[in-house]
């Protein structure tokens, strides 16, 4: 999904974060309808990365323009820039809990799967019976649900199936398909997806995985450089 969708995508979502809350019980009756309803954010990555905040925006606009009242609890994970690790993870946990202890939740919002690996793990702990709203969660499986009611979302599974079949019947001389990918939870996510598939294509191409942690970006970029140059000479582009 585009950085550009993301506000409308997030509304769609917001509209069935809203129906799925009402339909569990979250609007009570007399004096409590008054209290406002405070939505914990928990964002994988960094203020400033154009999807987390493309991402925080759609979630922002679409509180204010359907439930103005409720007040959101942004919190950002920053998985891009700190490398991930347990103890950063428990450290991070024990700063959550300190930091919300006393603060009453009525739904936590996931973005990404480092976020949402994290409540899968935490959240019983951190935020009892507090349901789990999710997006953007790559190589998603039901399983993942771990046979909870209380937690819905919406998934980004990318069509690599189709995405590689259709550039095979583009460029059907290519014989190599290379995954770019980092080290961050979603980029192995994304690996993962590829693997699954693999398969179908044994007979047309190979696969090679390259990530961003093993390179910097100039490594990265001469790389991918020969071997553009290397196919054109083997008819890539024929």
């Not at 820039?81 to 024990?94: A, E, Q």
Request: aromatic letters at 14%.
């Amino acid at each position: 999904m585009g950085v550009k969708n993301g506000n409308t995508f997030l509304r769609f979502l917001i509209v069935s974060l809203l129906a799925f809350l009402f339909f569990a019980g979250w609007r009570a009756a007399g004096a409590q309808a008054q209290n406002p309803r405070r939505v914990l954010v928990l964002q994988s990555f960094h203020h400033g990365y154009i999807w987390t905040d493309s991402v925080q925006q759609g979630i922002d606009d679409a509180f204010c323009r359907g439930a103005p009242s409720v007040e959101t609890y942004p919190v950002f994970m920053d998985l891009k820039r700190i490398p991930y690790s347990d103890g950063h993870i428990l450290r991070f946990k024990d700063w959550l809990h300190e930091s919300y202890k006393n603060i009453s939740f009525d739904v936590i919002f996931a973005s990404d799967n480092d976020a949402f690996e994290f409540l899968r793990k935490y959240r019983d702990e951190l935020f009892p019976k507090v349901p789990v709203v999710f997006s953007a969660i790559n190589d998603f499986d039901v399983s993942m649900l771990d046979g909870r009611k209380d937690v819905t979302g919406i998934p980004e599974n990318t069509d690599y199936t189709g995405t590689i079949d259709l550039v095979l019947k583009l460029r059907p001389a290519a014989r190599t398909v290379v995954v770019v990918t980092d080290h961050t939870t979603t980029g192995l996510a994304h690996a993962s997806a590829v693997k699954k598939i693999e398969a179908i294509f044994s007979s047309r191409v190979q696969f090679q995985y390259w990530s961003l942690g093993d390179y910097i970006h100039e490594e990265l970029s001469q790389k991918l450089s020969r071997l553009l140059i290397k196919k054109k000479y083997r008819g890539f582009d024929g």
